[in-house]
């Protein structure tokens, strides 16, 4: 594969997951963010399944188990708390929230393994909060401009982090037993008891009642446009396991710099998706803390890189 056609590749990634805010925002019409979740990895699981079988899974070590269930929970818990938080603000706002996941990961990476904090990864922090600032227009008198699935998508950002740190570690170590397949299986398998638990808790009203009107739903059976609901569930589980692969196949022939960047084009499209599908307020103070978000990324990510090739 060549580095122009793995680029092109990773561009249709970045896509495609954008588009796929949009299938979530109409998916939860139908069910609440966890029954929503929990139907949808059960589903990708099944496809992964179908294509690369179960039995696979037996010969695995008990330490790959462990690592692929874990980064299943965090997987699963990132997810939950995004689906949450595109529930309950617009997708402009949770996509833009979300993408300050890689101006965290260094701060995360410095926790697990001591790796080391660079100015521009400070800076790049400083530009982040900036950025949501101008995103969110805050009232700091009454609050009246930050809602709640703002401040779920912030929450979301470290367990992200996490998350990207671990699969980093985990796939430079992966035992000889493991491959991308099986991981992703594992995966799947960790986050499902994850969104079970949290439906049968918070969304079903055997327990407690749920956190928010909106939570109680279930899954609305006799709606007359439940076909919209399926077809959220089929864009959302084949991507959940095909764009997977086609990350990890051609993200090998590219540098990482160049994915970061492709990437970037994610919540642009989830915006422009919104505002055309949705009619969803955009102002230019809004832009303006998208572009400053886009910016804290890219100085975060490339600025030590600029800065020693000038140096050099």
Known sequence: MTPLRA????????????????????????ASPALFLL??????????????????????????????????????SAYL????????????????????????????????????ITIWNIVGVLLALLGIYFLVDP?????????????????????????????DIYTTEMEEDANTAKMLMLQF????????????????????APLHPDLGKGFLIHSPDLWKYFVCLGYLAFGSFALTFLQTSAQKYTTPVKAMILFQ???IIATVAAVWYYQDIFDFKMGLG????????IVSELGTIIFARKKN
Do not use: H, M
């Open 7 to 30: 680029e092109f590749l990773i561009f249709i990634a970045a896509v495609i997951w954008g588009l796929s805010y949009v299938f979530v925002k109409e998916g939860l019409l139908f």
């Open 39 to 76: 139907i949808r990895f059960s589903a990708a699981l099944l496809i992964t399944f179908f294509f690369f079988g179960c039995l696979s899974l037996k010969t695995l070590k008990w330490k790959t188990w462990k690592r692929g269930l874990y980064l299943g929970t965090l997987f699963g």
């Open 81 to 116: 708390l995004q689906t949450y938080a595109v529930n309950f603000t617009t997708i402009a706002k949770a996509s833009f929230i979300t993408a300050l996941v890689l101006p965290a990961v260094p701060f995360v990476s410095w926790f697990l393994i001591k790796k080391p």
């Open 139 to 167: 009232d700091f008198q009454e609050f009246k401009n930050i809602q709640a699935g703002d401040i779920i998508a912030l929450c979301s950002v470290p367990i992200w982090a996490f998350y990207l740190n671990y699969i």
């Open 189 to 208: 398998l960790g986050a499902i008891p994850v969104l079970l638990l949290v439906t049968i808790i918070f969304e079903s009203n055997i327990f407690i």
């Open 265 to 267: 084009f994610e919540p």
């Open 290 to 297: 998208c572009v400053v978000i886009i910016l804290a990324v």
